[in-house]
């Protein structure tokens, strides 16, 4: 199963894994990390724990688990399915979905709702723009508040 899921990665494809709240080993490594960002893949996403961390880190591939452990899957977990709809991190993933991540966390957007999604993060990020220059002019916090609502 695991090797289907991988002959099936496209360039832009981002894993989101599910472990079934198995908290024991790690169910992703820097190897996998090599062939799913060889095949395209833009990064990983679990809902369990990974391993083998410097490696990944040292290969720039973003990796956001729920924490990290020395062991491995093997006789531990197995591949069930993929390419349908599952929860993680308490969200029900849809395949297409858009997932987003960086240092932060991680957004999943729901494939129907990106127009939406990106018009409203543009909006904002215009008004956050706009009161970050008026604060750099060195006006009140308060008085730019009241005038943006946004601080």
Known sequence: ??????????????????????????????????????????????DGLTRDVSGISAMEFPVFARGFTPLDSEGRC?????????????VIVQPGDVVFGDVMGVVLIPAERLAEVVAFAEEKMAGEGEVR??????????DVFTRFQIL
Do not use: N
């Not at 199963?1 to 790690?26: N, P």
């Not at 197995?78 to 308490?90: D, K, M, S, V, Y």
């Not at 008026?134 to 308060?142: N, P, T």
């Open 78 to 90: 197995e591949a069930i399915e993929w390419g349908t709809p599952i929860r993680c991190g308490g």
């Open 133 to 142: 220059a008026h604060l750099e002019r060195g006006e009140k916090v308060q």
């Open 1 to 46: 199963m695991l090797f289907d899921a991988f002959d099936q990665i496209t360039a832009g494809t981002v894993l989101v894994i599910s472990s079934s709240g198995e908290y024991i080993s790690g169910v992703w490594g820097e190897l996998v990390s090599i062939a799913a960002r060889t095949r395209g893949a833009t990064g990983t996403v679990i």
